[in-house]
């Protein structure tokens, strides 16, 4: 039996519009991961710490806001911010004030793969999302 959820919608409406939501995502993600990583060696999470640390006032963030922000595990972020910091890219920091925190901090050199990448992010997001509203 189908039947309506309060807005109106049956329920079939909406695991169809959930899987519409699931398909996007996923077609976004592998163009984002595949281009990102041809054009400037970064896959999507690596760009995603970038973009969110380039966002931040400081170019910083606490390791843990970075991952909450980001819906990654604290093991997989870490081997981001690793990948990062191998390349120079980003820097761990000790936090002055509780020794058990770090910050991640955006380098000059991941401030401009930043910059060289992000046009990048943004056509990939327009050719696949630009014309939804």
């Known amino acids: 039996m189908v039947q309506q959820t309060p807005s109106g919608r049956t329920d079939n409406d909406l695991v169809t519009s959930w899987r519409d939501i699931t398909s996007c995502y996923s077609s976004v993600r592998c163009a984002l991961d595949r281009e990102l990583e041809e054009q400037h060696g970064l896959g999507m999470s690596e760009f995603e ?30 081997r981001v911010v690793a990948r ?4 120079g890219l980003v820097r761990r920091d000790m ?14 050199a991941g401030r401009a793969r930043h910059d060289a ?9 327009a050719q696949h999302i630009g014309g939804r509203s």
Do not use: H, I
């Open 49 to 78: 710490a970038l973009d969110r640390l380039a966002e931040a006032r400081d170019g910083s963030q606490r390791m843990q806001e970075l991952g909450t922000a980001m819906y990654l595990s604290q093991s997989a972020l870490s």
């Open 95 to 108: 936090c002055a004030q509780d020794r058990r925190g770090v910050f991640v901090k955006l380098t000059d």
């Open 117 to 125: 990448a992000r046009p990048t992010q943004l056509s990939v997001l």
């Open 84 to 87: 990062l910091e191998r390349d």
